[in-house]
């Protein structure tokens, strides 16, 4: 998952902290920000989230073969749209709402946001699990002092939020640090002390910790673990605007990927090489701790573990920052209700700050009542932004047909290599919403109905019509269904949080 780069709505510079340099930025620096905002705390969780999954080596690499091909389709469709349709400020939601309405357009910015706020409850099992290294007392990072600790985290930031405090001095600084020296470190240690085992690697290439676990289920579990690590690849192009050449955007944005691409691949295999799939499926989070320890001694645990506290601890200011101004930005255009653009003195958006904290804690409720961990809450965070990048490529394919004029002029590139970029981007999306399962995908209901209330809400509020055409009603009625058939599969215990 990478730290956050922009509003939804409105791309802002409040939750990248980037400042625009004078002269702009030239091509060396704009990759290495654009990998800065990419690279999160996914990274360190990898090893061991791919091999629970039941994949070997061999599903591991497929899957991110089909993920680099998805993911630069994205970016790309993200860079274009950005482009062409500069008049649309307001990113995913504008995007969903030209191409098809503003139902669908609302449910965009809702799931964004709801996506955003499941990113801090996740942060917030991953950080108290890395706590627990160095205090046992934080266990898993779902027990009880860590769901207090991560409460009185959440709501310190909230209030240093309301004081119009939107991000401490150094926090991207120290982000930055402790999220690359520790990768770096363990790459370079696992390469060069020669830990790497081929014999190691070659048994787990073509056998997984489940026995017997079809290839392509192999595949499927391991596509919500690699698009994890890419939500928030959006943002990449907000900082489009501060380039010093504008034609080094593409290049930069194409590079950083690649970049990117590779330390994921690195961390992977030469993790694949160091432990069986069975032993990495058994790691604590952050796995990559435990393949260090395994690797070099306890000092690599304390490197990777620190590391992770202290990327983790800036990374939830920024998503209290997101996650507020997400909702905030969307009732500013007219999209949520009234209520959720309100401002106190200092200028911060306090209904959304207090709102998204307190369904963060219910969510903490339930990871505390429940066997949910870690890996459960991001699987729903990737699959709630599903819809808005789907909708995003969907709208992106569809003006490379209907619109191939507006290409003219500011992109290069012929239009069929834009339509291919934006059907891929499409196929991409279906594929992962399937990958997530049917019951990711009911589950993943019951966050979108709640959204039908506020959106109703909002039109009532502005005395606009709602829900007119026969798509939007159609939407409505598979939203209800799916979360009914949740609740049921819930209640019966068929499906268990």
């Given at each position: 998952?990478?730290?956050?780069s922009?509003?939804p709505?409105v791309?802002?510079e409040s939750?990248s902290g980037?400042a625009?340099p004078?002269g702009?930025?030239?091509?060396?620096?704009?990759?290495?920000?654009?990998?800065?905002l990419?690279?999160?705390?996914?990274?360190?969780?990898l090893?061991g989230?791919q091999a629970a999954g039941?994949?070997?080596g061999?599903?591991?690499?497929?899957?991110?073969?089909i993920?680099?091909?998805g993911?630069?389709?994205l970016?790309?469709?993200?860079?274009?749209?950005?482009?062409?349709?500069?008049k649309?400020?307001?990113g995913?939601?504008?995007?969903?709402n030209a191409?098809?309405?503003?139902?669908?357009?609302?449910?965009?910015a809702?799931?964004?946001?709801i996506?955003?706020?499941?990113?801090t409850?996740?942060?917030?099992?991953?950080l108290?699990g890395a706590?627990?290294y160095f205090?046992?007392i934080?266990g898993g990072g779902?027990?009880?002092?860590s769901?207090?600790?991560?409460s009185?985290l959440i709501?310190?930031?909230?209030?240093l939020v309301?004081r119009?405090i939107k991000?401490?001095?150094?926090?991207?600084?120290v982000?930055t640090?402790s999220k690359?020296?520790p990768i770096?470190v363990?790459?370079t240690?696992i390469?060069f002390l020669?830990?790497f085992?081929?014999?190691i690697f070659?048994?787990?290439?073509t056998?997984?910790a489940?026995?017997?676990m079809?290839?392509f289920?192999?595949?499927s579990?391991?596509?919500?673990?690699?698009?994890?690590?890419?939500v928030?690849i959006e943002?990449?192009?907000a900082i489009s605007?501060r380039?010093?050449k504008?034609r080094?955007?593409?290049?930069?944005?194409i590079i950083?990927?690649?970049?990117?691409l590779s330390?994921?691949?690195?961390v992977?295999v030469?993790?694949m090489g160091?432990m069986?799939m069975?032993?990495l499926a058994?790691?604590?989070?952050?796995?990559?701790a435990?393949?260090?320890e395994?690797a070099?001694?306890?000092?690599?645990?304390?490197?990777i573990n620190?590391?992770?506290?202290?990327s983790l601890v800036?990374?939830?200011?920024g998503y209290t920052v997101?996650?507020?101004?997400?909702?905030?930005?969307?009732a500013?255009?007219?999209v949520?209700?009234k209520?959720?653009?309100?401002?106190?003195?200092?200028?911060?958006?306090?209904v959304?700050l207090?709102?998204?904290?307190?369904?963060v804690?219910?969510?903490?409720v339930i990871m505390?009542?429940?066997?949910?961990t870690?890996?459960?809450?991001?699987?729903?965070?990737?699959?709630?932004?599903?819809l808005?990048y789907?909708?995003?490529?969907a709208y992106?394919a569809?003006i490379?047909?209907?619109?191939?004029g507006?290409?003219k002029?500011?992109?290069?590139?012929?239009?069929?290599l834009?339509r291919?970029?934006?059907?891929f981007g499409?196929l991409?999306s279906f594929?992962?919403?399937?990958a997530?399962?049917?019951v990711g995908l009911?589950?993943m209901?019951?966050?979108?109905a709640?959204?039908?209330?506020?959106?109703i809400?909002?039109?009532k509020?502005r005395?606009?019509?709602y829900l007119k055409?026969?798509v939007?009603?159609?939407v409505?009625a598979?939203?209800l269904?799916a979360a009914v058939?949740?609740?049921?599969?819930?209640v019966t215990g068929?499906?268990v949080?």
């Amino acid at each position: 998952m990478s730290e956050p780069s922009a509003s939804p709505a409105v791309q802002t510079e409040s939750a990248s902290g980037i400042a625009k340099p004078e002269g702009g930025l030239g091509i060396f620096r704009l990759v290495t920000t654009v990998i800065t905002l990419i690279v999160g705390g996914g990274v360190f969780t990898l090893a061991g989230d791919q091999a629970a999954g039941g994949a070997s080596g061999a599903a591991v690499l497929t899957a991110w073969g089909i993920s680099a091909v998805g993911v630069l389709c994205l970016v790309m469709t993200f860079f274009a749209l950005s482009r062409v349709k500069p008049k649309l400020k307001g990113g995913i939601y504008s995007y969903a709402n030209a191409g098809f309405g503003d139902f669908l357009g609302f449910n965009s910015a809702w799931g964004y946001w709801i996506s955003a706020l499941l990113c801090t409850v996740s942060f917030s099992a991953l950080l108290f699990g890395a706590l627990s290294y160095f205090f046992p007392i934080f266990g898993g990072g779902t027990n009880l002092p860590s769901i207090i600790g991560a409460s009185i985290l959440i709501w310190f930031y909230v209030f240093l939020v309301s004081r119009g405090i939107k991000e401490a001095t150094g926090v991207n600084a120290v982000i930055t640090i402790s999220k690359f020296v520790p990768i770096f470190v363990a790459i370079t240690a696992i390469v060069f002390l020669q830990k790497f085992d081929p014999a190691i690697f070659m048994e787990n290439f073509t056998t997984g910790a489940v026995p017997g676990m079809p290839f392509f289920d192999q595949v499927s579990s391991t596509m919500m673990v690699t698009i994890w690590v890419f939500v928030g690849i959006e943002g990449a192009v907000a900082i489009s605007g501060r380039a010093k050449k504008e034609r080094d955007v593409g290049k930069a944005t194409i590079i950083a990927f690649v970049c990117v691409l590779s330390i994921y691949l690195m961390v992977s295999v030469l993790s694949m090489g160091v432990m069986p799939m069975s032993e990495l499926a058994q790691l604590e989070n952050p796995a990559l701790a435990g393949v260090m320890e395994h690797a070099v001694g306890q000092w690599g645990a304390i490197l990777i573990n620190g590391g992770v506290v202290l990327s983790l601890v800036g990374a939830m200011l920024g998503y209290t920052v997101l996650s507020s101004e997400s909702p905030y930005e969307a009732a500013e255009q007219g999209v949520f209700i009234k209520a959720f653009a309100k401002t106190n003195k200092k200028g911060a958006p306090i209904v959304t700050l207090v709102v998204t904290n307190i369904i963060v804690e219910a969510f903490y409720v339930i990871m505390l009542f429940s066997d949910s961990t870690y890996q459960f809450f991001y699987t729903l965070s990737a699959g709630m932004i599903l819809l808005p990048y789907l909708l995003s490529a969907a709208y992106f394919a569809k003006i490379t047909f209907t619109e191939p004029g507006a290409f003219k002029g500011k992109l290069g590139g012929s239009i069929v290599l834009w339509r291919i970029f934006g059907i891929f981007g499409v196929l991409y999306s279906f594929f992962l919403a399937w990958a997530s399962g049917a019951v990711g995908l009911t589950l993943m209901s019951l966050l979108y109905a709640p959204g039908i209330l506020m959106y109703i809400k909002g039109k009532k509020e502005r005395g606009e019509p709602y829900l007119k055409s026969t798509v939007d009603r159609v939407v409505v009625a598979i939203i209800l269904l799916a979360a009914v058939i949740s609740i049921v599969l819930l209640v019966t215990g068929q499906v268990v949080l």
